[in-house]
């Protein structure tokens, strides 16, 4: 008695198990796209100048002065970002060196330090006709 096993249209017992592992690639790479997508938002730096500062800067949009950390001081560049609640990225902005000053009772500010009211002076030569601003 020989035991003829066939092979039936639409059986499970028949499908590639490479199959299901394809079907679920794109929806892996899509994903892994999504989480680089939001860790890239997360530790861009957008330069401004010193005038657009003073308006990211301005009372009137909610924005508290003594939120904004300078976190990093090189290449030219004072960098401040200021926390947002968790999940939600901080906000990063670079202002180029010539443009501001960033200074406390005379003194140049550090590193890890809160901005406060009057810490952030506008450059009377950033540009031709530009008036020396303290924010």
């Known amino acids: 008695m020989e035991t ?13 198990p490479m199959r299901e592992s394809k079907r679920a690639l794109p929806v892996v790479l899509a994903f892994a796209a999504v989480v680089a997508l939001i860790a890239w ?43 947002h609640p968790i999940y939600f990225p901080d906000w990063r902005y670079c202002v180029p ?9 005379g003194k140049a500010l550090e590193v890890n330090d809160y901005l406060g ?12 006709g530009a008036k020396r601003e303290v924010l």
């Open 117 to 128: 009211v009057g810490d952030v002076v506008l450059k009377p030569d950033r540009y031709p």
């Open 41 to 83: 938002v997360m530790v861009r730096e957008y330069r401004l100048s010193g005038d657009e500062f003073k308006r990211v800067l301005n009372p009137a949009v909610g924005n508290s002065y003594g939120y904004w950390l300078l976190y990093r001081r090189d290449r030219g560049l004072y960098c401040f970002k200021t926390p």
């Open 97 to 105: 060196q010539t443009e501001i000053e960033v200074i406390r009772d």
């Open 4 to 16: 003829s096993s066939r092979k039936v249209s639409g059986s499970r017992f028949n499908a590639n």
